[in-house]
């Protein structure tokens, strides 16, 4: 069907150097206050092209982003916040709005420019709509990382109105809003102390 | 609500090593071929150890990971596959299949152990898998670093009959399994071109 290429290197891959992972997962905290040190066009730029990497079914790449940088645009978002949210917002140098499309079908020839023709597989809204939002959360997890490759932190929010939001941000579009990502250095007291993560036994098993 | 602690020294991060990014984003694929190496407990044991640290709603951590690795429940798996994915599973050396746990609010006196009582906000089962869903997608994103930040590929799949993997393998749980993704060392052939990602103008925007 496709052409397959060689690879003669990648079985030569070691771990990756334990200072990224400990950036990336082990040290790297969800931020609730930011400092005021704003982040350039480029490293939002930056944090896309690495989100965008990540594999997602048949490459759909369902998943969207609005940067909401504005003053007058931030304060329409955050009406939209819920509970602690609004102040996180307003203090974070960068706010990311994620969204899924739910016509990411209309990029088939772009992704999958080999068999365009698979569209007519997803002309049903419903079950489109499924594999956008499943694809777009599990590339949320891409643009997790994303930001903290860019040696910023993450505070990523569910606690908002997505109507609203939809309402004042997507309203001219077929994207859905599912998450608030708040964006930037970390500020005084960003983090309460981590919480616990799960042991293996309960989240993990062999068969 | 909770103790706050200070970050004196995380305004310094700087963007992780490019090699690191090159291996967990750029040059990172989707293998269809394995080599026969065999992956150790102790790295399949350090991928949950990474997965588990990536940020989800409340801590709650919905994502379940089975390792398929005798033979006999490699055969079993196999049978629910869709499409190529059979000779996938049949070459990789480790098999995960990915699952939400509907019951995800059973942990929360451990992963929320400062107001368990909220426990009570989900006692609706459909809201619960909702949440369950979205997060364990959302964590399926972090597995997939995990797996490449070991130096190993992974291949995701979504093409099975998961009806059918739920009765072999999680018919005594409350899992609920979403992906198979391949692990392991790429073999020969290992991917096709990689597909193009989608320009910034068609998945950004800046308000």
Redesign the interface.
């Known amino acids: 069907m ?6 003669t290197e ?2 030569a ?5 334990p ?3 400990d ?4 040290d ?3 931020a609730n206050t930011f ?1 005021d ?1 704003p982040i350039s ?1 480029e490293t ?3 944090i ?1 092209e ?1 989100t ?4 997602t ?1 048949m ?1 759909l ?1 369902s ?8 003053e007058a ?1 931030r304060s329409r978002l955050i009406a939209h916040a819920g509970g602690n949210n609004a102040s996180k917002a307003e203090s974070a140098p960068a706010v990311a709005v994620l969204s899924w499309d739910a016509d990411w079908h209309e ?1 088939f020839p ?4 080999h068999a365009p023709e698979r569209k007519e597989m997803f002309s049903d809204a419903d079950s489109r709509a499924l594999i956008a ?3 777009a ?6 643009f ?3 930001v ?7 505070g ?1 929010m ?1 606690g908002w109105d997505f109507a609203g939001v939809d309402a004042d ?1 997507n309203a001219d579009s077929t994207w859905n809003a ?1 998450m608030v990502v708040n964006v930037g ?2 500020g ?6 981590r ?4 042991d ?1 036994e ?6």
Not at 52 to 55: I, Y
Not at 202 to 207: D, G, I, K
Request: proline share 9%; hydrophobic share 45%.
């Open positions: 496709t052409e397959t290429i060689q690879n990648a079985t891959l070691e771990p990756v150097d200072k990224a992972l950036q990336l997962f082990h790297a905290r969800t400092s040190e066009a939002l730029q930056a896309y690495l965008k990497m990540g594999p079914m490459n790449q998943l969207r982003i609005t940067w909401v940088q504005s645009q990029n772009v992704f999958f420019p939002r499943q694809n959360w599990l590339a949320a997890g891409y997790m990382m994303a903290r490759a860019q040696g910023l932190a993450a990523p569910t941000f599912f250095k970390p005084p007291d960003a983090w309460f102390p919480l616990p993560r799960l293996e309960l989240a993990v098993t062999t068969v």
